[in-house]
């Protein structure tokens, strides 16, 4: 596919850049890595200053009302400079339910919060049921005399332990369809087991016993619609983050090959070792594809299509993802795996990648039953 991008959305990529770039090098980034936290708070508020963190809230709400293409371009910046900080998980994935699903007054509290970098808030979904897919789930909603009781148990949540507010989705009982509730982080009988994520990332398991919240705490009604377009919206960004990480080690794989000598010459001029690089650059090559046709069809208003373009991209992309991080490190022998070398932390997000989100063989299989569903 051949993308031209506008001006602005060059700019809007250079300038993500230039500000990654400019909160640190690779080991101030390890030292954040290695605090309490496990991110920067003051690249948090550059992200909010350069307008990224307001990316996906309405115009008509003080926002930018980017798109799924200048939201691609953002994440791509974000894989290449492995940043840990829950611009995903809050700025893109919650950030987009919440402009979809909210009230004028939900709005007004929340939408400014998140755009300022103030609030962090989740989407709370993924169950070791549903792996995070459009699947029912095993959360209850009972209605309570002050609003509503839940009771379940949600899996894996990317940056749940620095989130103010959990989107908790639920089964009303005895009601179709799926619920989404606002749930702030400090309810009584809500429950988090931090975990530090394969990628250096932060996530927890949330479990939720007898948690009271409040009649106004529901966003929306059925959301099981707008759940899906987020979802998609939000693999379609996935997507990209795990593109730059792969042009990144193979970036760094080949200027590798250029210093390191053996037998008195550069071994990037081995021909076994060119083939290798050579396969990297094809599945490099693919993966680009693959994520701006993502992009163009993360906001698709057609659920069926959008289904099977993203299913394939997550698919292709993951295993471009683990072809591109193992010759990474493999190619640059054993320190390919330390801590201290670059690569090792691209190869460990690329394979984090593959997991997240609905892993490859899902995604194949999810493609191949929507495919077969279409001839029969």
Same mark, same amino acid.
């Given at each position: 596919?051949? /993308?031209?991008?506008?001006?602005?959305?060059?700019?809007?990529?250079?300038?993500?850049?230039?500000?990654?770039?400019?909160?640190?090098?690779?080991?101030?980034?390890?030292?954040?890595?290695?605090?309490?936290?496990?991110?920067?708070?003051?690249?948090?508020?550059?992200?909010?200053?350069?307008?990224?963190?307001?990316?996906?809230?309405?115009?008509?709400?003080?926002?930018?009302?980017?798109? !799924?293409?200048? &939201?691609?371009?953002?994440?791509?910046?974000?894989?290449?400079?492995?940043? %840990?900080?829950? /611009?995903?998980?809050?700025?893109?994935?919650?950030?987009? %339910?919440?402009?979809?699903? $909210?009230?004028?007054?939900?709005?007004?509290?929340?939408?400014?919060?998140?755009?300022?970098?103030?609030?962090?808030?989740?989407?709370?979904?993924?169950?070791?049921? &549903?792996?995070?897919?459009?699947?029912?789930?095993?959360?209850?909603?009972?209605?309570?005399?002050?609003?509503?009781?839940?009771?379940?148990?949600?899996?894996?949540?990317?940056?749940?332990?620095?989130?103010?507010?959990?989107?908790?989705?639920?089964?009303?009982?005895?009601?179709?369809?799926?619920?989404? /509730? !606002?749930?702030?982080?400090?309810?009584?009988?809500?429950?988090?087991?931090?975990?530090?994520?394969?990628?250096?990332?932060?996530? !927890?398991?949330?479990?939720?016993?007898?948690?009271?919240?409040?009649?106004?705490?529901?966003?929306?009604?059925?959301?099981?619609?707008?759940?899906?377009?987020?979802?998609?919206?939000?693999?379609?960004? %996935?997507?990209?983050?795990? /593109?730059?990480?792969?042009?990144?080690?193979? &970036?760094?794989?080949?200027?590798?090959?250029?210093?390191?000598?053996?037998?008195?010459?550069?071994?990037?001029?081995?021909?076994?070792?060119?083939?290798?690089?050579?396969?990297?650059?094809?599945?490099?090559?693919?993966?680009?594809?693959?994520?701006?046709?993502? $992009?163009?069809?993360?906001?698709?208003?057609?659920?069926?299509?959008?289904?099977?373009?993203?299913?394939?991209?997550?698919?292709?992309?993951?295993? !471009?993802?683990?072809?591109?991080?193992?010759?990474?490190?493999?190619?640059?022998?054993?320190?390919?795996?330390?801590?201290?070398?670059?690569?090792?932390?691209?190869?460990?997000?690329?394979?984090?990648?593959?997991?997240?989100?609905?892993?490859?063989?899902?995604?194949?299989?999810?493609?191949?039953?929507?495919?077969?569903?279409?001839?029969?």
């Amino acid at each position: 596919m051949n /993308f031209d991008f506008s001006d602005e959305q060059q700019m809007l990529q250079e300038s993500t850049r230039r500000v990654l770039a400019a909160a640190g090098d690779f080991e101030q980034r390890n030292a954040q890595r290695d605090h309490a936290l496990g991110y920067s708070t003051q690249l948090w508020r550059e992200l909010a200053d350069l307008g990224l963190l307001a990316l996906n809230i309405p115009e008509a709400d003080g926002g930018i009302g980017a798109g !799924a293409v200048d &939201n691609m371009l953002v994440c791509e910046a974000m894989g290449e400079g492995l940043v %840990l900080e829950p /611009f995903h998980a809050s700025a893109v994935e919650a950030t987009s %339910l919440l402009a979809r699903l $909210a009230d004028e007054q939900q709005r007004q509290r929340w939408l400014p919060a998140l755009a300022s970098g103030e609030l962090i808030a989740v989407l709370a979904h993924a169950e070791s049921s &549903n792996g995070g897919a459009l699947e029912p789930t095993q959360t209850r909603a009972r209605p309570s005399a002050d609003g509503w009781q839940l009771d379940g148990h949600k899996s894996m949540i990317y940056h749940a332990p620095s989130a103010a507010l959990l989107l908790v989705s639920a089964q009303i009982e005895g009601a179709p369809g799926l619920a989404l /509730f !606002a749930v702030p982080a400090d309810a009584a009988g809500l429950s988090l087991t931090p975990v530090a994520t394969l990628d250096a990332q932060r996530a !927890a398991d949330v479990v939720l016993r007898g948690v009271q919240v409040g009649a106004d705490a529901r966003i929306g009604s059925e959301i099981s619609k707008a759940l899906s377009e987020v979802l998609d919206f939000s693999l379609a960004a %996935l997507c990209a983050d795990a /593109f730059g990480a792969i042009q990144s080690a193979l &970036n760094a794989t080949i200027e590798y090959s250029r210093e390191r000598k053996q037998f008195g010459q550069p071994i990037g001029r081995f021909q076994a070792l060119q083939h290798r690089m050579a396969d990297m650059l094809i599945h490099a090559e693919q993966a680009r594809s693959m994520c701006y046709l993502a $992009a163009s069809h993360g906001d698709d208003p057609d659920p069926a299509q959008r289904r099977r373009i993203l299913s394939a991209a997550k698919a292709l992309i993951g295993q !471009a993802a683990r072809k591109v991080g193992q010759e990474a490190v493999q190619l640059h022998g054993g320190m390919g795996m330390t801590d201290e070398l670059k690569v090792s932390h691209y190869f460990r997000r690329l394979t984090a990648f593959e997991l997240r989100g609905g892993s490859t063989a899902s995604h194949l299989q999810r493609l191949a039953t929507d495919i077969s569903n279409d001839r029969s």
